[in-house]
C-alpha cells in the first residue's frame, strides 16, 4: 500500500500519462476530462519539473506502487 508523497504522486501521474496519453492527455484520469486538460498541465500550474531520465524505472518504489494503482483505477491495459 502506497503511502502520501507529493513528489512521488507528481511523478507516478507523469509518467503515466507519458506512457498512455492519447493526443497529448490522459482520457481515463477523470480530472483531465472535466478540466480538458493534460495531466502536465496541472503539474505545471504546480510547479512541478520531472527530472528528464523520469520513468517507470526510476520511480521510488512507493511512486511504482501509486502508478500501479492508477492503472488499476483507471483500468488501463497492463504492459
Excluded at 19 to 33: A, F, H, I, T, V
Excluded at 45 to 64: A, H, V, W
Aim: aromatic share 12%; glycine share 4%; with cysteine.
Amino acid at each position: 500500500m502506497p503511502h502520501f508523497d507529493r513528489f512521488d504522486i507528481c511523478e507516478a501521474h507523469a509518467v503515466l500519462e507519458w506512457d498512455y496519453n492519447l493526443g497529448g492527455w490522459l482520457r481515463e484520469r477523470p480530472s483531465n476530462q472535466k478540466r480538458r486538460e493534460a495531466t502536465a498541465v496541472q503539474l505545471n500550474r504546480m510547479q512541478f519539473k520531472p527530472q528528464r531520465d523520469l520513468s517507470y524505472e526510476t520511480l521510488t518504489e512507493n511512486g511504482r506502487e501509486i502508478y500501479d494503482d492508477l492503472i488499476e483505477r483507471f483500468k488501463l491495459p497492463k504492459d
